[in-house]
């Protein structure tokens, strides 16, 4: 039995894990066996500038964290080496943890979280596609000025055909 300035340490780093996951809209379970201290701060190098924490925890303390916000279905992923990665993004850690994962065949993705609810590594792989946030208004404004610029040009047209036929009134009034 730990003593219990050991047990006071444990439930507060669980209590930490748990807020992390409560502030959270998104997280990606990776196993990072295998990877060198370089490429490992390669890698938080690039969570950290796209604005996601990442750590490395003790898959018991996960898992009483992930009990104590309600996420179920995760236990089953919560074996070996284990980190973490929140965000409040939705797109942020998947996109940097999945082409991570791309480049080093190593680094595994075990699952992930969004809005409280589990996501196998499927979904963590097609929301990590999905473009962000920039881009996506990024489109639409493209789209937008496409539909101006198309409904511009049609009242154009209808104006220069209406405007045929009234020249000559308005050239006879001056």
Do not use: H, W
């Amino acid at each position: 039995m730990p003593s219990e300035k050991i047990l006071e340490q444990k439930k507060a780093l669980v209590a930490e894990l748990t807020e992390q996951l409560k502030e959270a809209c998104a997280g990606v379970i990776v196993d990072y066996k295998g990877i060198s201290v370089t490429e490992d701060t390669k890698l938080r190098k690039s969570l950290r500038e796209a604005g996601v924490e990442y750590r490395v925890v003790k898959n018991t303390y996960l898992r009483f964290a992930f009990q104590n916000v309600g996420i179920e279905g995760l236990d089953s992923v919560l074996e070996g080496t284990t980190a973490i990665a929140f965000s409040k993004d939705e797109l942020a850690a998947a996109k940097v943890l999945c082409k991570y994962a791309e480049e080093n065949k190593n680094f595994t993705i075990k699952a992930g979280f969004s809005e409280g609810k589990p996501l196998d590594v499927a979904t963590v792989e097609a929301l990590s596609k999905v473009p962000g946030k920039e881009d996506l208004l990024g489109m639409l404004a493209g789209s937008l000025s496409q539909m101006i610029a198309g409904f511009a040009r049609a009242i154009n047209a209808v104006a220069e055909s209406k405007g045929e036929g009234a020249a000559p009134a308005e050239a006879a009034e001056a």
